[in-house]
């Protein structure tokens, strides 16, 4: 699962599971492109790791400006693109459909879903340049649903969905398209998310309850992951829907 001399692009790589992939990219030799809105924590991310193998870029994947700039920034800097990772994503509010307003809905998507749409549509071409691939980070509540989550859930079924729909539209170019699927991780979003439910106080045990392995992970079992399915050793994998979670998806345990 090498990637040297392999350019990725990924959106949300400055915390939480986008961090870790970051990291374990870096570490399989690729060159790496962050897009995030979270100035301090890129400037973070710069001064970890070698400049000579990492862009960071300010900006907002709900602007599509800002997407054409730092995928053409990227190819720039680094001479190709090989990988977009769409990892961006929020999961507020927890709300019921009739509960959300319409600007949270909207928000919602335009950051987890039409995000995809400008990167595809600025990103495609280079990609066809190098038979590349495109990592979605998409969520086990897309295929098994969650209460109090409607637009979150709608958004990541969507993705999944998508994620189908583009692997098919884009193998005649030899571009593998596939999600990487967790349940709960422990990121600054889920902490965040935590501390919104009515039960607060036990929502760590609840999030290790869902997972039958026992526990919720930290964001580097998802990278692990994400490294292969970018990988040539995952060269004849696409549509793929890959479950990350403990075995979640075999039912929640509670």
């Known amino acids: 699962m090498n990637l040297t001399n392999k350019t990725i692009f990924i959106t949300g790589g400055a915390s939480g599971i986008g961090r870790d992939c970051v990291a374990a990219y870096l ?14 924590a890129l400037n973070a991310l710069k001064g970890q790791f070698s400049s000579d193998v990492l862009l960071t870029l300010p900006g907002d994947v709900r602007q599509k400006d800002d997407i054409a700039a730092a995928i053409e920034k990227t190819v720039a800097a680094f001479g190709s693109l090989h990988v977009i990772h769409n990892n961006a994503g929020i999961a507020s509010p927890s709300k019921p459909l009739h509960e959300t307003s319409e600007d ?6 335009d950051i987890n879903l039409k995000s995809v749409y400008y990167t595809t549509k600025y990103g495609l071409e280079h990609l066809q340049q190098t038979r590349g691939n495109i990592l979605n980070t998409s969520s086990m509540v897309g295929e098994i649903g969650q209460n109090n989550h409607a637009a979150y859930v709608a958004s990541k079924g969507g ?3 998508l994620t189908k729909a583009m692997a098919l539209d884009y193998a005649p170019f030899g571009i593998r398209v596939n999600a990487v699927c967790p349940a709960g991780v422990w990121t600054p979003m ?5 501390g919104e439910q009515p039960n607060a106080g036990e929502i760590e045990r609840y999030l290790d309850d869902i997972h039958p392995l026992g526990h919720c992970p930290e964001g580097d079992v998802i990278a692990d992951v994400a490294v292969f399915l970018i990988s040539d050793a995952a060269r004849f994998v696409t549509g793929c829907i890959m479950p990350v979670s403990g075995g979640a998806e075999l039912g929640y345990r509670r």
């Open 27 to 40: 570490r399989a030799g690729a060159r790496v492109s962050v897009l995030d809105r979270d100035e301090n």
């Open 104 to 109: 949270e809905w909207d928000s919602l998507f």
């Open 159 to 161: 993705m999944s969905a």
């Open 190 to 194: 889920l902490r965040r998310w935590a």
